[in-house]
């Protein structure tokens, strides 16, 4: 669903949220819309010093702490 950031960020003011918050949320929103964020590094592996795993490995892997 596309939301203008205005009206987005005037709903959050109605919900509340003060004006510097809804604006910063408006923000992160508008930029996530762009999918601008989807760049691949080698940070994890450069870090961690082993290859990244995929979500779904992690997500097994913890599932017993969710799961309880």
Same mark, same amino acid.
């Given at each position: &669903? !596309? *939301?203008?950031?205005?009206?987005? @960020?005037?709903?959050? !003011?109605?919900?509340?949220?003060?004006?510097?918050?809804?604006?910063?949320?408006?923000?992160?929103? @508008?930029?996530?819309?762009?999918?601008?964020?989807? &760049? &691949?590094? $080698? $940070?994890?592996?450069? *870090?961690?010093?082993?290859?990244?795993?995929?979500?779904?490995?992690?997500?097994?892997?913890?599932?017993?702490?969710? !799961?309880?």
């Amino acid at each position: &669903v !596309n *939301i203008p950031k205005d009206a987005f @960020e005037a709903a959050l !003011n109605g919900a509340g949220l003060d004006a510097c918050t809804s604006k910063a949320f408006a923000d992160a929103f @508008e930029w996530f819309a762009t999918a601008d964020y989807a &760049v &691949v590094t $080698n $940070n994890v592996e450069a *870090i961690l010093g082993r290859p990244a795993r995929s979500f779904e490995d992690f997500a097994q892997e913890f599932a017993h702490a969710v !799961n309880g």
